[in-house]
């Protein structure tokens, strides 16, 4: 069935590819439209995260959460069946320097709306406690409407009500987005999350990626450092995305999206705001936002110079 909805898994119907595979545009005999997830036989995403992503995607229901329909496990074939959503992934549209145009500021606060959301359910709101542990661009697919849909629970950790973290030997996730505390030591929490949040609204705005400020394996800073800068200086219109800078959107909300950004990007993770404040700031204007220091660890040249060299891996 799924082989032939995908034509064979024809490079024709192929919408993209990533470390653990392709994806794969396909139509069921009703007519459905479904991306079907196949994992390449050497991924990185063993036996044991493609069941984590079934159990895990399965048992949550959420607008802005990628719906899982089906799945196979056939021998060393090993398929997911996910809605369709047709406008791909937020990094194909924010990094591309014609497409994002279409991404005026209306749509980019929805866009950053939605994801709050989808991490807050996924924290707090679902009744499961669930870290995603590789919030990043690619992970945002976006629907006919440009809802965002938060997608790739491979490397997901479930927790029960009552824990709030956990440890571990084994560093998943993308270099630029990862939070000092889980890049450096394996602790992770929902505020890991959080921090990965603020690095992809610090994005969002800006319409640039994180470490594009990598020039020649130089380190020429990173957009958090690059937003706190401003921000302190109170130039922080500078990080906002030129695309934007003479649109109809309410540059305040664009500074006050900076400033929640800063926040979610802290280097203790106890100064990160929840998911559940995060919502509440960007709904409430009312609301006094507290005042950021330094963003995490970037500018110490000893990681920095790390990360720099893990990054050309890691993009997918």
């Known amino acids: 069935m799924v082989e032939s909805a995908t034509k064979s898994f024809s490079d024709s ?19 459905q439209e479904v991306a079907v997830k196949r994992l390449s036989s050497g991924s990185v995403q063993g036996e044991q995260e493609f069941k984590n992503e079934i159990i895990l995607v399965a048992r949550l229901q959420h607008r802005n959460l990628v719906r899982l329909l089906g799945f ?11 809605e369709f959503v047709p406008n791909a992934s937020l990094d194909h549209l924010i990094f591309d320097l014609e497409k994002r145009s279409y991404l005026d500021w209306e749509k980019r606060y ?20 669930i870290i995603h542990r590789d919030l990043k661009a690619g992970n945002i697919l976006l629907d006919g409407e440009m809802n965002p849909k938060i997608a790739d629970f491979g490397m997901a950790r479930l927790f029960n009500l009552d824990e709030t973290q956990g440890m571990t030997n084994r560093i998943v996730g993308t270099y630029g987005y990862m939070a000092p505390e889980y890049a450096l030591y ?6 890991s999350d959080v921090f990965s949040f603020g690095v992809l609204l610090l994005e969002i705005v800006s319409g640039r990626k994180n470490y594009s ?23 922080a219109s500078k990080v906002i995305d030129p695309v934007l800078r003479n649109s109809s959107g309410s540059v305040h909300e664009m500074m006050r999206c900076i400033h ?20 509440l700031m960007l709904n409430s204007f009312s609301l006094t936002l507290a005042v950021p220091s330094e963003p995490a660890f ?19």
């Open 110 to 129: 929805k866009i950053i709306g939605g994801v709050a959301r989808g991490l807050l359910y996924l924290h707090e709101d679902s009744r499961l406690r």
């Open 72 to 82: 196979s496990f056939k021998g060393t074939e090993r398929l997911l069946i996910y």
């Open 260 to 279: 929640i950004g800063l926040l979610c990007v802290q280097e203790d993770a106890s100064d990160r705001p929840t998911m559940a404040s995060v919502v």
């Open 298 to 316: 970037y500018m110490k040249s000893i990681i920095v110079s790390e990360i720099s060299r893990s990054w050309d891996s890691t993009e997918g």
């Open 213 to 235: 400020f990598f020039q020649n394996g130089e380190n020429t800073g990173d957009l958090a450092s690059f937003a706190w800068k401003n921000w302190r200086q109170g130039t």
């Open 186 to 191: 394996g602790q992770f929490s929902v505020k």
């Open 13 to 31: 119907n192929k919408l993209g590819e990533g470390g653990f595979g392709a994806v794969y545009k396909g139509t069921l005999e009703n007519g």
